[in-house]
Nanobody, 117 residues
Framework: QVQLVESGGGLVQPGGSLRLSCAAS????????MGWYRQAPGKQRELVAT???????NYEDSVKGRFTISRDNAKNTVYLQMNSLKPEDTAVYHC???????????WGQGTQVTVSS
C-alpha cells in the first residue's frame, strides 16, 4: 500500500519560514519524480516544485528563489524549504509521486500552511 505522509505545516508570519516533509512508503522511491502542489480555497491545485529521480528541479515562477525542493532517497523523503513566506502562499500543500513507465501517480492528504500576521 502506497502512503505519502506530509508534515511540517502550520501558521507562520509573513517573511517567516517552514520546512515541509513527505515520507513515502510502498514505492521504489528513487524511481519516482516527487513534487509539491498546493491548493488555496476556491482555487485549482497548482504545481509548486518537482524533483526528478536524478535531482533535477523545477519551480513555479512565484516561488523561485524562495522555496527549495530536495530529496533524501535513503530516507524515502522529499522536503520543501519555504522561506520569505507571503500571505498568498497560504494553501494546503500536497505531496505527489509520479512515474511514467508504467504510469503511477500518488497523492498525500496534504498539510495546511497559513501565512498571516
Amino acid at each position: 500500500q502506497v502512503q505519502l505522509v506530509e508534515s511540517g505545516g502550520g501558521l507562520v508570519q509573513p517573511g517567516g519560514s517552514l520546512r515541509l516533509s513527505c515520507a513515502a512508503s510502498g514505492i521504489i522511491f528513487n524511481m519516482y519524480t516527487m513534487g509539491w502542489y498546493r491548493q488555496a480555497p476556491g482555487k485549482q491545485r497548482e504545481l509548486v516544485a518537482t524533483i526528478t529521480s536524478s535531482g533535477s528541479t523545477n519551480y513555479e515562477d512565484s516561488v523561485k528563489g524562495r522555496f527549495t525542493i530536495s530529496r533524501d532517497n535513503a530516507k524515502n523523503t522529499v522536503y520543501l524549504q519555504m522561506n520569505s513566506l507571503k500571505p498568498e502562499d497560504t494553501a494546503v500543500y500536497h505531496c505527489n509521486s509520479k512515474r511514467f513507465i508504467p504510469v503511477r501517480d500518488y497523492w498525500g492528504q496534504g498539510t495546511q500552511v497559513t501565512v498571516s500576521s
